[in-house]
């Protein structure tokens, strides 16, 4: 395997990793809350938007794993805000699945309102991810030819 290979193997197994923790969270929160033929048939159901986010997610780990390799010290606070932004809206793609157990606890306007807004809320999480992923997009290309530039200097003054 080239140099090139080797660089995007770490991000791409983080990325791989990441949705298929994504994909846990996702069918544990419903295991938990309406057993494990429940979670099965909702994935099922929501597999698009699903399958988008975590995807969307993913990407954004590759990215962000990518980028760290690239040394991009002067991104990090950047990078960990999108990625913080990206959570959150994974948080909020989840959140309506803890609708079912929310009435128990004696929250039911919170369980009433997470039901409503189902699908704009999976719909922000898209969003979400792919404000991310352009972001972190445009962070690799501004590490790049920063990388580029310095190794041009650098050049220029040992001669």
């Known amino acids: 395997m080239g140099a090139s290979g080797r660089a995007l193997r770490r991000p791409i197994v983080f990325g791989l990793l990441a949705i298929l923790g994504l994909l846990a969270f996702y069918l544990g929160i419903i295991t938990l ?15 698009n938007f699903i399958g988008a986010i975590a995807l969307g997610f993913g990407t954004q780990v590759g990215l962000f794993t990518y980028l760290r390799r690239l040394h991009a010290h002067a991104a990090a606070g950047g990078v960990a805000a999108s990625t913080g932004t990206s959570a959150t809206a994974m948080l909020a793609c989840c959140a309506h699945h803890l609708a079912d157990i929310l009435p ?56």
């Open 104 to 159: 128990i606890v004696g929250l039911s306007g919170a369980a009433i309102f997470l039901n409503a807004y189902k699908t704009p809320l999976l719909w922000l999480g898209i969003l979400m991810n792919l404000i991310g992923i352009v972001y972190l997009l445009r962070k690799v290309r501004q590490q790049r030819q920063m990388a580029c530039h310095t190794s041009l200097v650098s050049r220029s003054v040992a001669s």
């Open 33 to 47: 809350a309406q057993g494990w033929a429940h979670a099965l048939e909702q994935l099922a159901d929501d597999r």
